[in-house]
């Protein structure tokens, strides 16, 4: 995948990533880790638009492995960072597990929707 190890895509503009996490300040605090760790050359980490995943975030792929991750929490932001894009090794507990192509959950959706709107976010 062209000059880097790694790419890792953060949703940050999809219907309800940002509403079922702080998704801008993931790709920040991903951001700050590699610069921290000397890796900001070797893995890419990008703001992405919506992987047609709604309702299963906050959603974060990492290439060239083809992992996909959901219900990302901040917090388990340094666990990906360690395991996967150091040590090359996924963390099972996140990865997704639907089959390839539109996966959005209207349930999931419409919760995560209406906690914004309480929240003042939607």
């Known amino acids: 995948m062209g000059q880097y190890e790694r790419h890792v895509f953060v949703c940050t503009h999809g219907e309800t990533c940002p509403l079922q996490g702080e998704t ?50 901040f917090e388990d932001l340094p666990e990906i960072l360690e395991e996967h894009l150091v040590h090359g090794r996924p963390v099972a507990r996140l990865r997704y597990a639907a089959p390839p192509g539109k996966n959005k959950n209207p349930e999931r959706m419409r919760a995560a929707q209406e906690a914004a709107a309480r929240r003042g976010q939607g």
Do not use: H, K, T
């Open 24 to 73: 801008p300040a993931y790709v920040q605090w991903l951001r700050d880790a590699m610069r921290a760790r000397g890796l900001a050359g070797r893995i890419r980490v990008n703001r992405s638009g919506c992987f047609d995943q709604c309702g299963n975030g906050p959603m974060i792929v990492v290439y060239p492995e083809n992992v996909w991750y959901c219900g990302v929490r």
